[in-house]
C-alpha cells in the first residue's frame, strides 16, 4: 500500500508561483508513473500533469503547457508539480496518484493509489 501526501496549496495571487510537493511512502516509489489532478467545486476531476516511472517524458494538460512543470526526486520519494502564472482558473484541489509502472496518463481510472489533496485558490 502506497501513501501519498500533498503539500504546499495556498491562496496566491493571479500570476504567482507556488510549488506543490506529493510524497510517497509504502513500496517503491521508483517503480511508479506519478500523475498530478485537480478538481474544481462543482467539477469533474481533471488531468493536470503526469511523470512516467523513469522520470523520462511528462506530459500536460494544454491549459497548463508552458506554466506547469512536474518532476520528481526518487531519492526523497517526493514529486513535484511547479506552478507558473497562476490563473485564478487553476483554483482547485489539487491531487497526486501514483500508477505502477506508469508512462504518465491522464487517465484517472489507470492510477493506483491517490493523496488526499491540498487546496490552490488563485485570487484575482
Known amino acids: 500500500q502506497m501513501q501519498l501526501i500533498e503539500s504546499g496549496g495556498r491562496l496566491v495571487q493571479a500570476g504567482g508561483s507556488l510549488r506543490l510537493s506529493c510524497a510517497a511512502s509504502?513500496?517503491?516509489?521508483?517503480?511508479?508513473?506519478l500523475g498530478w489532478f485537480r478538481q474544481a467545486p462543482g467539477k469533474e476531476r481533471e488531468f493536470v500533469a503526469a511523470i512516467s516511472w523513469s522520470g523520462a517524458t511528462t506530459y500536460y494538460a494544454n491549459s497548463v503547457k508552458g506554466r506547469f512543470t512536474a518532476s520528481r526526486d526518487n531519492e526523497k520519494n517526493t514529486v513535484y508539480l511547479q506552478m507558473r502564472s497562476l490563473k485564478p482558473e487553476d483554483t482547485a484541489v489539487y491531487y497526486c496518484a501514483a500508477e505502477h509502472w506508469g508512462l504518465g496518463s491522464a487517465n484517472v481510472e489507470r492510477y493506483d493509489y491517490w493523496g488526499q489533496g491540498t487546496q490552490v485558490t488563485v485570487s484575482s
Open positions: 509504502g513500496l517503491t516509489f521508483s517503480s511508479y508513473g
